[in-house]
C-alpha cells in the first residue's frame, strides 16, 4: 500500500485479556518500527525489526509484550494479560533503509485498557 | 530518564510570524536529528532533519539549528501559517549494529491563530 497500515485503530480490552495489534508496512520496507505513545509523552521504542529478524526488543516493558514479523512484512504486536498501564497509541513505522529522512508512521492503534 | 527535552508543551503564534520551537539534549552520541509533525489522530509525520555535523539545514518555510556545544536544536517557520497548528517532536538517533531507534521528546502543540 501507500502508506504505513495498522488494525484495528481502536481497541478497548478488559485487564487481563490478551490483544493482538496489526501492521502492514509499506511494501518493500525492511525496517519496521514499534512505538508505545502514552498520553501527553512522545513516543518510546519498543522494538525493531530488519525484515524478519527481531534485532532490538530492548523497549518492550515487559516480558508480556511479544512481537513477530515471521514473513519481514506485516508484524504482529502481542500484549497478554493487559493492565492499565498498557493503556496509549501503539505506532508501528517503516522504512527502506537507513535513510536521513526519518521512517514512515502509520496512524497509530489507540488501546485503552479498562 | 529523558534523553530529548522540549520544555514548551505549547505556543501561540499569530499567522505571518515566526514561530521557533526549542528541543534540548543530553546524549552526546545522537549523530541525527530530526523533527516530526503530528496532527491528532494521525501518526507523525518526518519534517526536516539535520546531521549532527552541520549546524542548519533549510527547506522551504523550515529551518533547524542545530548547536552541538550547548546541546541545543531548534526549529524555525516562517512565515507561519494556521495549517501548521499541530504538535511538534523533536527525536534524536543513535546507529548501533541493530539499526537505530529513536529518542523522542514530549512535543510542543503549536497553535498559529488568523
Known amino acids: 500500500g501507500a502508506g504505513v497500515s495498522q488494525s484495528p485503530r481502536y481497541k478497548v480490552a478488559k485487564r487481563g485479556q490478551d490483544v493482538a495489534l496489526r501492521c502492514d508496512p509499506i511494501?518493500?520496507?525492511?525496517?519496521l518500527f514499534w512505538y508505545q505513545q502514552a498520553l501527553g509523552q512522545g513516543p518510546e521504542f519498543l522494538t525493531y525489526?530488519?525484515?524478519?529478524?527481531?534485532?532490538?526488543k530492548s523497549g518492550l516493558p515487559s516480558d508480556r509484550f511479544f512481537a513477530e514479523r515471521p514473513e519481514g512484512s506485516v508484524s504482529t504486536l502481542k500484549i497478554q494479560r493487559t493492565q492499565q498501564e498498557d493503556s496509549a497509541v501503539y505506532l508501528c513505522?517503516?522504512?527502506?533503509?537507513?535513510?536521513?529522512?526519518?521512517?514512515?508512521f502509520g496512524s497509530g492503534t489507540r488501546l485503552t485498557v479498562v | 530518564d529523558q534523553q530529548v527535552k522540549q520544555n514548551s508543551p505549547s505556543l501561540s503564534v499569530q499567522e505571518g510570524r515566526i514561530s521557533i520551537l526549542n528541543c534540548d539534549y543530553t546524549?552526546?552520541?545522537?549523530?541525527?536529528f530530526l523533527w516530526y509533525k503530528k496532527y491528532p489522530a494521525e501518526g507523525p509525520t518526518f519534517l526536516i532533519s539535520i546531521s549532527s555535523i552541520k549546524d542548519k539545514n533549510e527547506d522551504g518555510r523550515f529551518t533547524v539549528f542545530l548547536n552541538k556545544s550547548a546541546k541545543h536544536l531548534s526549529l524555525h517557520i516562517v512565515p507561519s501559517q494556521p495549517g501548521d497548528s499541530a504538535v511538534y517532536f523533536c527525536a534524536a538517533r543513535t546507529l548501533s549494529n541493530s539499526g537505530y531507534a529513536l529518542n523522542f521528546g514530549k512535543g510542543t502543540s503549536l497553535l498559529v491563530t488568523p
Open positions: 513505522a517503516s522504512s527502506a533503509d537507513t535513510t536521513q529522512r526519518g521512517y514512515t
Open positions: 525489526f530488519q525484515n524478519e529478524a527481531q534485532l532490538d
Open positions: 511494501s518493500g520496507h525492511v525496517s
Open positions: 546524549n552526546s552520541m545522537f549523530d541525527y
